[in-house]
């Protein structure tokens, strides 16, 4: 074989390793942010995983009511919720009641709120006023225990 031909079959073979090894690493790392993406994706449908008697009827609660809107990891028409309520006026629940219950009231007079309206195009989320304190925290249970 003369060494030209066979200096260009080592560089295909070459390439061909380092292409695959590239390909490889790629993978690699996007696997583990979609694997926390998908965890917590089968989380939020998952009835299997260990929850509180809390969280779970929290977890019932968020689908009826919040799951149109939001995802725990990713926004969608409002913010993902995964840690909320180390956010923002979100640290008081008072303040997670009075926005659930009258976002519109709330973003009146809190600056944070006005930023998210914003931030989402001025959709602005729906008001819950019949969700009881227990309900509220029930749902803030299920998010809590779900990272």
């Given at each position: 074989?003369?060494?030209?031909?066979?200096?260009?079959?080592?560089?295909?073979?070459?390439?061909?390793?380092?292409?695959?090894?590239?390909?490889?690493?790629?993978?690699?790392?996007?696997?583990?942010?979609?694997?926390?993406?998908?965890?917590?994706?089968?989380?939020?449908?998952?009835?299997?995983?260990?929850?509180?008697?809390?969280?779970?009827?929290?977890?019932?609660?968020?689908?009826?009511?919040?799951?149109?809107?939001?995802?725990?990891?990713?926004?969608?028409?409002?913010?993902?919720?995964?840690?909320?309520?180390?956010?923002?006026?979100?640290?008081?629940?008072?303040?997670?009641?009075a926005w659930?219950?009258?976002?519109?009231?709330?973003?009146?007079?809190?600056?944070?709120?006005?930023?998210?309206?914003?931030?989402?195009?001025?959709?602005?989320?729906?008001a819950f006023?019949?969700?009881?304190?227990?309900?509220?925290?029930?749902?803030?249970?299920?998010?809590?225990?779900?990272?």
């Amino acid at each position: 074989m003369n060494r030209q031909v066979l200096y260009i079959t080592y560089a295909h073979f070459l390439f061909a390793v380092i292409a695959g090894g590239l390909l490889l690493l790629n993978k690699i790392h996007h696997s583990g942010q979609k694997k926390s993406i998908e965890q917590h994706i089968v989380l939020s449908n998952s009835p299997t995983i260990n929850l509180s008697e809390d969280a779970l009827a929290g977890k019932t609660l968020f689908q009826a009511k919040c799951q149109s809107c939001h995802n725990l990891v990713q926004p969608m028409t409002g913010p993902a919720l995964l840690d909320f309520t180390s956010r923002g006026p979100w640290i008081e629940r008072q303040n997670i009641y009075a926005w659930i219950r009258n976002p519109q009231g709330f973003a009146e007079r809190n600056d944070y709120a006005r930023s998210l309206i914003a931030q989402f195009n001025g959709v602005m989320m729906t008001a819950f006023p019949n969700l009881k304190d227990e309900e509220i925290g029930q749902i803030i249970a299920y998010v809590e225990e779900s990272r």
